[in-house]
Antibody, heavy 122, light 111 residues
Framework: EVQLVESGGGLVQPGGSLRLSCAASGFTFSSFWMSWVRQAPGKGLEWVANINQDGREKYYVDSVKGRFTISRDNAKNSLYLQMNSLRAEDTAVYYC???????????????WGQGTLVTVSS | QSVLTQPPSVSGAPGQRVTISCTGSSSNIGAGYDVHWYQQLPGTAPKLLIYVNTNRPSGVPDRFSGSKSGTSASLAITGLQAEDEADYYCQSYDSSLSGYVFGTGTKVTVL
């Protein structure tokens, strides 16, 4: 069974840092792009970042560029999101998702982890 | 804010058909980028419902169908059931933003 399990969320003060982790199992992790998607409380979904199979290609939504860093460790089947200079507007549930590409198509996200809540507040 | 617009809510009685629209622009759906749909049941993570405009993953009932035309896409649910009460999101790629975008989300209520 394909499974993604996030961890590392919590309460952090504005300007602080947090590192999220996502443990993958049930598929060949090193063969897939991976993504982070977030959802603010009561709001919709927002794509945050993507990383390719070997970690050399990374893409971010404009609102987190320069503050967040996506990375991966294929030996550990793990995905990470280092979040620095956190702001109140970064408060959200952060989901790890496999970015699945079909031939000729951009990515869809499948499956998703259960999410981890990040709260930025003083 | 999202560049893909969906109605905030739709409702229908059990057994009825409802549709959810996803309106984009020339830099996303209208540029030919595929549309995918997700279902988010209350308190759970999103789940892929329709991929590449019209395709259903294994295990998704054929009551769910997708279509795409011009700068818009639609999700149809026929034979509405109580278990279909959820939030639904469309998703595509936007060349102006150089990133992935989601719709504003639609809450489906079964009356």
């Amino acid at each position: 069974e394909v499974q993604l399990v996030e961890s590392g969320g919590g309460l952090v003060q504005p300007g602080g840092s947090l590192r999220l982790s996502c443990a993958a199992s049930g598929f060949t992790f090193s063969s897939f792009w991976m993504s982070w998607v977030r959802q603010a409380p009561g709001k919709g979904l927002e794509w945050v970042a993507n990383i390719n199979q070997d970690g050399r290609e990374k893409y971010y939504v404009d609102s987190v560029k320069g503050r967040f860093t996506i990375s991966r460790d294929n030996a550990k089947n793990s995905l990470y999101l280092q979040m620095n200079s956190l702001r109140a507007e970064d408060t959200a549930v952060y989901y790890c998702a496999r970015a699945y590409y079909s031939s000729g198509s951009y990515a869809r996200f499948d499956p998703w982890g259960q999410g981890t809540l990040v709260t930025v507040s003083s | 804010q999202s560049v893909l617009t969906q109605p905030p809510s739709v409702s229908g009685a059990p057994g009825q058909r409802v549709t959810i629209s996803c309106t984009g622009s020339s830099s996303n759906i209208g540029a030919g980028y595929d549309v995918h749909w997700y279902q988010q049941l209350p308190g759970t993570a999103p789940k892929l419902l329709i991929y590449v405009n019209t395709n259903r993953p294994s295990g998704v009932p054929d009551r769910f169908s997708g279509s795409k035309s011009g700068t818009s896409a639609s999700l149809a649910i026929t034979g509405l059931q109580a278990e279909d009460e959820a939030d639904y999101y469309c998703q595509s790629y936007d060349s102006s933003l150089s990133g992935y975008v989601f719709g504003t989300g639609t809450k489906v209520t079964v009356l």
